[in-house]
């Protein structure tokens, strides 16, 4: 698993690490541990419905926090729950770009138990690291 929980970080939001050999590793992991916040077994939302997200930023903490922010933004506004399968993260001329090809399917209640509702990435303790083993994200979600 490329994700962790990390107990007692914030009583009212959920904290994980995210890590990957890679920064797209990182990047699906930390989508997989988003949606697994939200919905009890990840592996039933289905690929009925593909998504294309591209997103520039001049930092890749930021690229990050906006990509979460977009799987997030689909929940709330299509009620669409998304899986992140591909992702392409690089750097040109100082700037980031991410294409991730997510798929999902609208939220049905009885086949996806929703566990809690997040409502947004927070700053708090965010951050992205690169390690001898690869790369790293903290993440806190609000719920």
Not at 6 to 11: F, I, N, P, R, S
Request: overall charge negative.
């Amino acid at each position: 698993m490329g994700y962790r929980f990390l107990e007692d970080v914030a009583t009212a939001d959920v904290a994980f690490e995210a890590t990957g050999r890679g920064l797209a590793e990182m990047f699906r992991n930390a989508a997989d541990a988003t949606l697994r916040v939200m919905v009890e077994e990840p592996e039933t939302v289905k690929g009925a419905e593909n998504v294309v997200i591209r997103l520039y930023d001049d930092s890749l903490e930021f690229l990050l926090f906006n990509f979460l922010q977009e799987l997030i933004w689909y929940k709330d506004a299509k009620k669409l729950l998304l899986r992140a399968e591909v992702v392409s993260v690089a750097q040109r001329d100082g700037r980031w770009s991410l294409e991730a090809h997510a798929s999902g399917e609208p939220i049905d209640f009885e086949r996806h138990p929703l566990i809690v509702d997040v409502k947004a990435v927070t700053m708090h303790m965010f951050g992205v690291e690169q390690t001898p083993e690869g790369w790293k994200c903290t993440v806190v979600l609000d719920i």
